[in-house]
């Protein structure tokens, strides 16, 4: 007989969890300009130290979801947080780019493993009238982390240099990974017995590499090459696993259930937008307007600190009203801070900057919670594990097309240059394009999501 978990320790662990990826992600952001620095990396070789860490992440999510349901969500979570501490702290002593990236890609791994279980144990510890609470109080966590990573990361590389972040990030993840070991005291595994698709996993990682890596280098021919290749490798996916008896993710669960597939639409095309904010302005506020990596932190600061509460509150309102109204309105509002965005110049007010950064977080803050709560609420417990790794590979995969968006309009602009102050100029350029682009998406993502309230 399992033992019976206590609520608010587990809620803790995963908050906990949930509080180093985005911290680190957002921290990194300010610290790019000294690592491009140390390691003679230009623009577009910046982009990859977040951008491999996000293919992979997505790539393995979806297959270490189900792994997690044969072997144990327990065992994956556990052990995606120690391959996580670990390569980060490696992270600190690479040597050379080429080894940063690659640790970073391994980092990416472990996230995968902690994503596809994390949300799959809250809702399996969480009864359904307390789950919109306690996803609320998760992502309110994931806010805050996203609001201490632009201050602390701009203070920890300001006064220590870059490798100290690696450091602290993977000795917590780490000592957290223990910590789980002793508060985690119970097991959740839904499909004892059952095979693991190995040949849809494997078409799966190829295509939503296809995706992603071809989407980024879309500015070159290859680019297009890569992208067909990944498209045809999904078409091929999904009709592999129609047929195929305990498959690695079960597509019927979009074809059947209307809700969850807007939902995780929306969510897709919300990361979408709004990822690439956070690096394209660290690059501006350092660049252009020579801002110090702590200075710079404290600006970016503002749009984290909003979602963190906002979102805390929509968690909440989640449980007591249509989360499909709360959405759309969230993302509507998206939409006027990316548009405010596209008319940002080398001596735009600072004042003008913070509203629009305070917009955004208002927006993702009302839009994060209702959507999460409406996705694991409209599948039945067994796919509790599949519909956590699937809005996790949805941000994930939103936060790498982003990226790429972001990516394909500096190798436009400014290739693979090093952003020297003759060249402010054309990272204008690439801004404006980035947002312009985003903009765009998110309306897209507003009547998907007005779309699913009306169903």
Same mark, same amino acid.
């Given at each position: 007989m399992q033992k019976k978990i206590n609520k608010n320790s587990a809620l803790l662990i995963l908050c906990l969890a949930s509080f180093l990826v985005p911290f680190m992600g957002s921290a990194i952001n =300010?610290?790019?300009?000294?690592?491009?620095?140390?390691?003679?990396?230009?623009?577009?070789?910046?982009?990859?130290?977040?951008?491999?860490?996000?293919?992979?992440t997505a790539i393995f999510q979806v297959p270490f979801a189900r792994l997690a349901d044969l072997w144990g969500r327990k065992k994956i979570f556990i052990s995606g947080l120690?391959?996580?501490?670990?390569?980060?702290?490696?992270?600190?002593?690479?040597?050379?780019?080429t080894m940063l990236i690659a640790m970073r890609a391994l980092s990416g791994l472990g996230c995968a493993m902690m994503f596809g279980t994390s949300m799959a144990i809250l809702v399996s510890v969480f009864p359904p009238q307390h789950r919109g609470k306690a996803i609320g109080i998760n992502t309110a966590v994931v806010y805050f982390a996203l609001a201490s990573g632009p201050f602390l990361g701009g203070i920890i590389t300001h006064n220590f240099g870059w490798q100290s972040l690696f450091y602290i990030v993977g000795f917590l993840g780490f000592i957290i990974a223990i910590s789980s070991t002793v508060i985690l005291k119970q097991e959740w595994i839904e499909s004892k017995g059952e095979h693991f698709d190995y040949?849809?996993?494997?078409?799966?990682?190829?295509?939503?590499?296809?995706?992603?890596?071809?989407?980024?280098?879309?500015?070159?021919?290859?680019?297009?090459?890569?992208?067909?290749?990944?498209?045809?490798c999904f078409i091929l996916f999904v009709l592999y696993e129609l047929r195929y008896a305990q498959p690695v993710f079960n597509v019927r669960i979009f074809s059947g259930n209307k809700v969850f597939g807007l939902s995780c639409l929306s969510a897709l095309i919300n990361y979408a937008c709004t990822s690439a904010v956070a690096f394209m302005l660290?690059?501006?506020?350092?660049?252009?307007?020579?801002?110090?990596?702590?200075?710079?932190?404290?600006?970016?600061?503002?749009q984290a600190c909003v979602q963190c509460v906002i979102s805390l509150y929509a968690g909440r309102l989640s449980d007591k009203h249509n989360p499909s109204t709360l959405a759309t309105l969230g993302m509507g509002i998206i939409v006027a801070g990316l548009a405010?965005?596209?008319?940002?110049?080398?001596t735009t007010s600072m004042l003008f900057i913070?509203? =629009?950064?305070?917009?955004?977080?208002?927006?993702?803050?009302?839009?994060?919670?209702p959507n999460s709560n409406i996705i694991m609420s409209s599948v039945d417990k067994k796919y509790y594990g599949q519909a956590s790794a699937t809005m996790g590979t949805m941000r994930l995969t939103g936060q790498a097309f982003s990226m790429g968006i972001a990516t394909m309009a500096i190798s436009l602009t400014l290739g693979n240059k090093v952003i020297m102050p003759e060249l402010h100029t054309d990272f204008m350029k690439s801004f404006h394009i980035t947002f312009t682009i985003c903009a765009v998406l998110c309306i897209v993502g507003t009547y998907a999501s007005s779309f699913r309230v009306k169903k």
């Open positions: =300010l610290s790019l300009p000294q690592i491009g620095k140390a390691f003679s990396m230009g623009a577009v070789s910046q982009s990859w130290i977040a951008t491999i860490y996000l293919i992979t120690a391959v996580f501490g670990i390569s980060t702290f490696l992270c600190g002593l690479s040597s050379s780019a040949l849809g996993s494997t078409i799966y990682a190829l295509g939503l590499f296809g995706l992603i890596f071809g989407f980024s280098k879309l500015s070159e021919p290859f680019g297009f090459i890569v992208l067909a290749a990944g498209i045809i660290s690059l501006y506020l350092q660049y252009i307007r020579g801002f110090s990596p702590q200075d710079a932190g404290l600006v970016l600061i503002v405010g965005l596209i008319f940002v110049s080398t913070v509203a =629009l950064l305070f917009l955004l977080g208002f927006g993702f803050g009302l839009f994060s919670s």
